[in-house]
């Protein structure tokens, strides 16, 4: 096993790990912190997938309320509660996604 590498911080001239991206006795910035690209792509999918969640949901909502005209009460009332079942199982998905890239973007985030 390789030793970790040690740096003195440029401040206060404490022993700092060069794996540490600030000085814990004075906190200062020893080098910025760096997604790698996978962990750039999962940021990039995380919104990309909420941005077409809100895109669907909205595009979904807005095809039933026209769909609805020329409707009788019942076949309003049967597409409504369509809507709202799709809705809910869309919002569903959403969320699992968003959990799941969420905490691949912690996995990812930089050290
Ligand atoms: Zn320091």
Same mark, same amino acid.
């Given at each position: &096993?390789?030793?970790? #590498? @040690? @740096?003195?911080?440029?401040?206060?001239?404490?022993?700092? $790990?060069?794996?540490?991206? $600030?000085?814990? /006795?004075? +906190?200062?910035?020893? *080098?910025?912190?760096? *997604? +790698?690209?996978?962990?750039?792509?999962?940021?990039?999918?995380?919104? #990309?997938?909420?941005?077409? &969640?809100?895109?669907?949901?909205?595009?979904?909502?807005?095809?039933?309320?026209? /769909?609805?005209?020329? &409707? /009788?009460?019942?076949? #309003?009332?049967?597409?409504? =509660?369509?809507?709202? =079942?799709?809705?809910?199982?869309?919002?569903?998905?959403?969320?699992?996604? #968003? @959990? @799941?890239?969420?905490? &691949?973007?912690?996995?990812? *985030?930089?050290?």
């Amino acid at each position: &096993m390789a030793k970790p #590498a @040690i @740096i003195e911080c440029p401040t206060c001239q404490h022993k700092v $790990s060069t794996t540490a991206t $600030s000085c814990p /006795s004075c +906190g200062a910035v020893l *080098r910025k912190a760096k *997604r +790698g690209i996978f962990g750039k792509l999962v940021i990039f999918a995380f919104w #990309a997938f909420n941005i077409l &969640m809100v895109l669907w949901i909205w595009g979904g909502t807005q095809g039933a309320v026209q /769909s609805q005209a020329g &409707m /009788s009460g019942a076949e #309003a009332a049967g597409a409504a =509660i369509g809507t709202g =079942i799709g809705v809910t199982i869309l919002i569903f998905v959403w969320l699992i996604g #968003a @959990i @799941i890239l969420g905490i &691949m973007a912690l996995l990812t *985030r930089p050290k």
